[in-house]
Antibody
Framework: QVQLQQSGPGLVKPSQTLSLNCAVS??????????WNWVRQSPSRGLEWLGRTYYRSKSYNDFAESVKSRISITADTSRNQFSLHLSSVTPEDTAVYYCTMDRWDSGYFENWGQGTRVTVSS | EIVLTQSPGTLSLSPGERATLSCRASQNVNHNFLAWYQQKVGQAPRLLIYAASTRATGISDRFTGSGSGTDFTLTINRLQPEDFAVYFC????????FGRGTKVEL
């Protein structure tokens, strides 16, 4: 059973970069059968898929159009974790952020992290 | 983007009753790639159903998913106290989008 443990700051200033980590246990971030995703949830936007990183013969990424210009998702095999970086944040980026995973490019999310509430405020 | 509209917004029921939740897509969901999740307060969503009608591992057979194309339904038979929660649908045929949820309340 894959378990995901999130960490990162709960407060980010406007225009700065939001960075969150998701530590993986029970499998490897370099697994060729799993995609590592980030989803956020806010009252105004509901649940919103942000993007994923996945490893096949090399590392790939897919991102939602809404954040494509500001997002990166990276995997650290030495720490077996993956990370979200969202730049130039505004109060609209205030949300609960979840890391999650899908198998074999299924697109549905089987295991989730515990969530991190991030507030964008000065 | 495929927009998912869930109805009703809130469903008020009693234990033992049946809940019927609707999820309507703005366009055809490829291959019926539709999932349902349950979310309780302060918790992450939990996968219930994928591919419109396949129960995820460990999910009670009181939960049934059905539908195709643009119209999908989640039915919860014999509501138990632990079933009172918010339910979301998600399509994964084109990118991934979620509905806004249906709250099943006592």
């Amino acid at each position: 059973q894959v378990q995901l443990q999130q960490s990162g700051p709960g407060l980010v200033k406007p225009s700065q970069t939001l960075s969150l980590n998701c530590a993986v246990s029970g499998d490897s971030v370099s697994s060729t059968s799993i995609g590592w995703n980030w989803v956020r949830q806010s009252p105004s936007r509901g649940l919103e898929w942000l993007g994923r990183t996945y490893y096949r013969s090399k590392s790939y990424n897919d991102f939602a159009e809404s954040v494509k210009s500001r997002i990166s998702i990276t995997a650290d095999t030495s720490r077996n974790q993956f990370s979200l970086h969202l730049s130039s944040v505004t109060p609209e980026d205030t949300a609960v952020y979840y890391c999650t995973m899908d198998r074999w490019d299924s697109g549905y999310f089987e295991n989730w992290g515990q969530g991190t509430r991030v507030t964008v405020s000065s | 983007e495929i927009v998912l509209t869930q109805s009703p917004g809130t469903l008020s029921l009693s234990p033992g009753e049946r809940a019927t939740l609707s999820c309507r897509a703005s366009q055809n969901v490829n291959h019926n790639f539709l999932a349902w999740y349950q979310q309780k307060v302060g918790q992450a969503p939990r996968l219930l159903i994928y591919a419109a009608s396949t129960r995820a591992t460990g999910i009670s057979d009181r939960f049934t998913g059905s539908g195709s194309g643009t119209d999908f339904t989640l039915t919860i038979n014999r509501l138990q106290p632990e079933d009172f929660a918010v339910y979301f649908c998600q399509q994964y045929g084109v990118s991934r989008t979620f509905g806004r949820g249906t709250k099943v309340e006592l």
